[in-house]
């Protein structure tokens, strides 16, 4: 295909798979981005010739097929912030001056007591310090690779010591860190 024929379907084409792509998505912004990607796409396709005369339904498909991955992507996105929203609301409900949560903070306590003593230092001053890898790395005199490395070390001892705790855990883990 040459430079003008591609030009000549672009503009023969794009608006009514924009407007196609819009009853799809109900946004203007996406639906553009999907046929420019589309397009895109096309012309970097070493096997359009092979399409012969069907360029157009293809094009159309691949607008469908594009649409339905964002709308999928969209609703992953959302079912996981609800899920995260869901998380901080049972978070927030934790009052840690009562006695039953009570338990929860002593758990927490007693598994990051139970790190070995340098990565629980470099824990605590990540987490609780507020300190970046960099500053860590120069405070103790290592390199950002092994805070890296300590923290990591950090995360999955918590993992397994709060196993039970599941609102907690995905509470460290997605709000403190990895």
């Keep these: 295909m040459t430079r003008d024929a591609y030009n000549q379907l672009f503009e023969e084409s794009y608006n009514s798979l924009c407007k196609y792509a819009y009853t799809i998505v109900k946004d203007y912004d996406d ?6 990607g589309v397009f895109i796409s096309f012309w970097n396709n070493e096997k359009k010739e092979e399409i012969g005369d069907k360029v157009k339904n293809y094009l159309l498909r691949s607008v469908k097929f594009k649409c339905i991955d964002l709308h999928r992507k969209k609703l992953l996105h959302r079912n996981f912030e609800q899920e995260v ?4 609301e049972k978070i927030v409900q934790i009052d840690f001056n009562e006695e039953k949560d009570t338990n929860i903070k002593d758990v927490l306590m007693l598994a990051i007591s139970e790190l070995p003593e340098k990565t629980r230092e470099v824990f ?3 987490k609780l310090d507020g300190l970046s890898y960099n500053e860590i790395a120069s405070h103790y005199e290592i390199s950002p690779k092994t805070v890296e490395n300590q923290m990591g070390r950090a995360f ?3 993992r397994e010591k709060l196993q039970h705790y599941k609102e907690l855990l995905i509470f460290i883990l997605f709000f403190l860190g990895e």
Excluded at 31 to 36: G, L, N, T, W, Y
Excluded at 85 to 88: D, I, P, R
Aim: negative net charge.
């Design 124 to 126: 605590m001053a990540c």
């Design 156 to 158: 999955r001892h918590l």
């Design 31 to 36: 639906a553009e981005d999907i046929v420019q």
């Design 85 to 88: 929203l869901h998380t901080q």
